[in-house]
């Protein structure tokens, strides 16, 4: 069995650049891809861990299978590929902004009989993808993604696959607050180092930052 985990290291999540400085969420960025291939390695599912990325990426536990290619097609290049070698491993296609993943998800994901299982993001996204068969299968991101990735698997024994843990990706600044309250790995830990907290005011919680960027 194997996952991938695209990954984009240059610039990432531009949208937390009102609190975070570049450096700072390239950083987050490898701390939440820490957490995740980590969760992937230490579930025991998986004789392979890839991560797609335009640069080398040293993480324990894993490759880097290095592409210029934009997230479908590089994820649609790779199950060719496999199909073409006449790889017929299970693949997992997971985000690697999701944390608070969990082994006992991924566990409970590849448990699966079904072909395809798809797992939600907020607002119509797709952070995970389990498929049984990669040549019976393509991926098509972005707009709604899992309203396309539902249908793209019509005719194949699909289950959706809700979970609080794999829904939360971090994207926005009212995200970290999930990663502060719930997380306990490298993204927690490197959130609290910078000096991002909780903050609670007239009953919504949000985060604050203790310390200035540079």
Request: proline fraction near 2%.
């Amino acid at each position: 069995m194997r996952a991938i985990i695209p990954f984009k290291k240059s610039n990432a999540k531009s949208r937390l650049s009102s609190l975070l400085s570049k450096t700072e969420r390239e950083e987050l960025a490898m701390a939440m891809l820490n957490d995740v291939a980590g969760t992937l390695t230490s579930s025991g599912c998986f004789e392979v861990i890839d991560i797609l990325s335009a640069s080398m990426i040293e993480v324990e536990g894993a490759n880097t299978v290095l592409t210029e290619m934009g997230l479908n097609e590089a994820l649609n290049e790779y199950l060719d590929k496999m199909s073409s070698h006449n790889i017929i491993d299970p693949v997992l296609i997971i985000m690697a902004d999701i944390p608070l993943v969990s082994k006992k998800n991924i566990k409970d994901i590849v448990s699966t009989n079904a072909d395809i299982v798809i797992a939600p993001g907020r607002m119509g996204g797709t952070n995970a993808i389990f498929i049984r068969d990669p040549s019976s299968f393509h991926v098509d991101y972005y707009d709604a993604s899992f309203l396309k990735h539902r249908e793209i698997a019509s005719g194949l024994r699909t289950e959706i696959f809700d979970s609080f843990n794999i829904s939360t990706d971090i994207d926005e600044v009212s995200d970290l607050t999930e990663v502060l309250l719930h997380g306990k790995g490298h993204s927690q830990e490197y959130l609290a180092k910078i000096g991002i907290t909780i903050l609670a005011n007239s009953g919504r919680v949000g985060v604050k930052r203790q310390t200035f960027k540079e």
